[in-house]
């Protein structure tokens, strides 16, 4: 059972307005792309109206996970740009409570862990592609949730926490390619994890 402290709650909700703040700053009014998220957009768009995956050749990521939320907004609201835009900044809020999470989990706390967050949250290239339909963000906070649940299955020898590691790891995968390489490092860990039996790290290692 997952217990967080009250203060934790207070920092979590601390960011949410943050966010939340900038977001009302910056404004995410405007139906039209930015940057090249038309690829993407074109791609939430055909999926939601056709049924159909169309990626363009100008499209590098696969994009395919993140295609089929937007197309699923898309089916409750209409296709916007606006709508698309609101979808990539609540995944960078996950991003932001999911590195602090994982901060937690190694041990970085107080000053430090402010820091990094205040570092992440602010820099200026998660700031522009946090309002945009790109896909690093959405690959972000899906990464970082899929190491901060690999990491809880490895220490604490719960196959459940692995699988949701590999869950999330497997739409990051669906976003852009490379998160392959999570996988890949969560099964190496698994293996040469020592405090456990041949076969549960096997088995771990197998589901990571």
């Not at 339909?133 to 901060?148: E, G, I, K, N, R």
């Amino acid at each position: 059972m997952l217990v967080m402290p009250l203060r934790t709650y207070s920092v979590q909700l601390a960011i949410t307005v943050g966010v939340v703040l900038v977001a009302g700053l910056v404004g995410v009014g405007g139906d039209f792309p930015l940057s090249d998220d038309w690829s993407y957009a074109h791609t939430a768009k055909t999926m939601c109206e056709q049924g159909q995956i169309d990626i363009l050749p100008w499209t590098g990521a696969s994009s395919i996970f993140q295609s089929a939320y937007g197309a699923l907004l898309c089916k409750l609201t209409g296709f916007s740009f606006v709508t698309l835009r609101l979808s990539t900044l609540t995944m960078s809020l996950l991003a932001i409570l999911g590195s602090m999470q994982l901060l937690r989990a190694v041990g970085v706390t107080g000053s430090l862990m402010a820091l990094a967050i205040v570092t992440l949250a602010l820099n200026p290239l998660m700031v522009n592609l946090s309002f945009t339909y790109m896909t690093d963000v959405p690959f972000t906070a899906l990464s970082v949730w899929a190491a901060y649940w690999y990491l809880r299955g490895l220490r604490r020898d719960r196959l459940v926490y692995t699988l949701a590691g590999a869950a999330l790891a497997s739409a990051a995968v669906l976003i852009r390619q490379h998160a392959l390489m999570l996988s890949v490092a969560a099964t190496v860990a698994y293996l040469l994890h020592t405090d456990r039996h041949l076969r549960g790290r096997v088995v771990a290692g197998f589901a990571a």
